[in-house]
């Protein structure tokens, strides 16, 4: 068995006035936040679903289901931990995650470092293994016209 395992993982939630926007387990100042069952914080479901991805260990969605009201309004994080946990328990540990984020608004760059610190509190992983990247899509549908936030997600794992 090969013990290392590569995985993907993407996400998507709407903006929406009346929300904290809450991104990598970090509060940013906006006018609008995501909206979801959970913080919809939309990086670190991203990073969930490609961990257990890499584990072919299913998804956020199967794990931690919205109808389930233990969720409502759960902190990412907390999530996230439940998924090392799981990784944990099939013997994986995580090697690196690499991230891009997809917004017209806000700057995310600048929310990077504490971002790191948070995730990297969570995977065990210092902030050199954990790529953060933000871009727009100039404009272009949805996401261009700021309806809402998108991020993806590549993850390498390891069996120990
Ligand atoms: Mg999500």
Redesign the pocket.
Known sequence: MTKIRVGTGI?F?RLVNGRPLIIGGVNIPYSKGLV?HSD?D?LT?SICDALLGAAGLGD?GTHFPDSDERYHGIESLKLLKQVIAILAKAGYHTVNVDSSLIAQEPKLTPYFPAMKRRLGNVLHLSSECIGLKATTSEGMGALGRGEGIAATCVCLIEKA
């Open positions: 996400d939630h979801g919809a939309v479901h956020i």
